[in-house]
């Protein structure tokens, strides 16, 4: 079964269509890479997937179970798939090590007791081991970033949605995180990463996705794909962020 | 008639439990109210935050000597029957500081940024939590300084009990005044005490301003 059914979702802030019927079906270990210029709806339709925003039509399926859903089903459904946003949106107030641990804790993934040791594998495998009692406060951008994945990988999800999750960060800084990030789609993770960065896009994903006007305007193997563009549009997209 | 002495200077003391034990009751009671009153006034449901609109409205439209006027006059006729004064001017006192605080923490609620609910919901925590955790400790970092802040203004705003007949500070200070006929002396020391318990508070407030100003 595939891990993720988009069908024909159409999505307005009011008047303004911002999803004009997206379809795209993920199957488990893809790596999914969206690109497109400013405004065509890509984090917009990250936010669809897990529900932060409603949509007016279409569907949504995780695993079969449509994601528009009562607080309970959603809530679980959101258990099993990690986001990470362009800005951390790390919890300021507390430790990295209690960032982490919170929502396993809370839902009951892992006792108290063992709270710890989880933090301590997931910072390990975004190597920030020894920041585990700092605040966020106190790390660099690029190490905030890897702390919100080691958020989601404390989850054990089995999608990670990823919108522009280098964007903020200091060019000297996007290295690290993209290393993280490579490691886990290694590691069978499937992933859907928004990004600019059209190198790492193309070296990582399996398959490269297109947005343009609120839709999927093309996509296919990334190698293919950046080779011959279909359409003029994705063409025009290349060749400026080429200048960029 | 007789001279001010060291005995009356422990009777405004102990007139000062009273004024503590309103203090203590109407933020024992007053914060719970709040907490909910901000929330309602934050909801997205538009009944909740409305009835928390009305009730802080009216509350804070009245003055607080009005607030006791009524309820202490107002609890007994709508109970039908005698209620000690104590638990009327409570009442009067929890919707008070109620009101404010929960116009307070409103304020530290909506100060926190939208996407730090967004990222406390993708993790799948319920609304609760999400609150409980993430949002309510970041609010009330931020809403400390204001809360101190009415802290003072109720313990300033307990002297008015004294027009119901209340002995706290303020109307031990009457009695002792009326018996030695020293209200300058007598009511110095009223000032001096009142003064020595908001002061602290008040740096307190000032210090807590400084250093979240400082760490933002
Ligand atoms: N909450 C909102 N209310 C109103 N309009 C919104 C809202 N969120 C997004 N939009 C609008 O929807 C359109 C698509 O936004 P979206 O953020 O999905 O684009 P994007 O492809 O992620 O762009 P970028 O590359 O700049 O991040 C934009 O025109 C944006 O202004
Ligand atoms: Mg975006």
């Known amino acids: 079964m595939a891990l993720l059914e988009i069908a024909n979702v159409r999505k307005s802030f009011g008047s303004l269509e911002v999803l004009k019927g997206v379809s795209l079906t993920v199957e488990p270990g893809e790596i999914i890479a969206i690109v497109g210029r400013s405004g065509s709806g890509k984090s917009t339709l990250l936010r669809c997937i897990n529900a932060l925003e409603g949509i007016n039509s279409g569907e949504i399926r995780f695993r079969g179970e449509p994601v528009r859903q009562n607080m309970k089903n959603l809530r679980l459904l959101r258990q099993r798939m990690g986001i990470v946003f362009q800005s951390f949106n790390l919890f300021p107030h507390l430790k990295v090590e209690r960032n982490v641990t919170l929502a396993p804790v809370l839902t009951g993934k892992v006792s108290k007791a063992d709270a710890r040791e989880l933090a301590l594998e997931v910072l390990t495998r975004v190597g920030l081991s020894e920041k585990i009692d700092a605040f966020p406060g106190q790390l660099s951008g690029g190490q905030q970033q890897r702390v919100a994945i080691a958020r989601c990988l404390a989850m054990s999800p089995e999608l990670m949605l990823f919108d522009e999750a280098t964007s903020a960060l200091d060019p000297e800084l996007v290295g690290e995180v993209l290393r993280v990030i490579e490691d886990m789609a290694r590691n069978d993770l499937t992933m859907i990463l928004v990004t600019h960065e059209m190198n790492f896009a193309r070296n990582v994903s399996t398959r490269l996705i297109f947005m343009n006007e609120g839709m999927v305007w093309e996509q296919g193997p990334p190698a293919e794909l950046f080779a011959n563009p279909k359409t003029e549009e994705f063409a025009s997209f290349i060749r400026a962020t080429k200048q960029a | ?216």
């Open chain 2, 1 to 216: 008639m007789r001279a001010f002495s060291g005995s009356d200077l422990i009777y405004l003391l102990y007139a000062l439990q009273w004024t503590v034990a309103l203090v203590v009751i109407a933020l024992a009671m007053g914060a719970p109210l709040g907490l909910a009153l901000a929330l309602m006034r934050t909801s997205r449901r538009r009944l909740p935050r409305y009835i928390a609109m009305v009730f802080i409205e009216v509350v804070q439209g009245v003055p607080l000597l009005g607030l006791l006027v009524f309820f202490y006059f107002g609890v007994p006729l709508l109970a039908g029957r005698e209620v000690a004064p104590v638990i009327a001017v409570s009442i009067a006192f929890t919707a008070y500081s109620a009101s404010f605080l929960g116009q307070i923490w409103r304020g530290g609620i909506e100060a926190v940024k939208g996407t730090q609910w967004d990222a406390a919901a993708c993790l799948g925590i319920t609304k609760w939590q999400q609150f409980r955790y993430v949002i309510g400790p970041q609010a009330f970092r931020m809403s400390l300084p204001p809360t101190v802040g009415l802290l003072v203004q109720l313990i300033k705003g307990t002297s008015l009990v004294s027009i119901v007949g209340f002995v706290e500070l303020t109307r031990a200070g009457q009695i002792i005044s009326a018996a030695t006929f020293q209200p300058l002396l007598v009511y110095s020391c009223v000032a001096v005490i009142y003064f020595s318990v908001c002061l602290p508070l008040t740096h307190w407030a000032r210090a807590l301003e400084g250093r979240l100003n400082g760490a933002a």
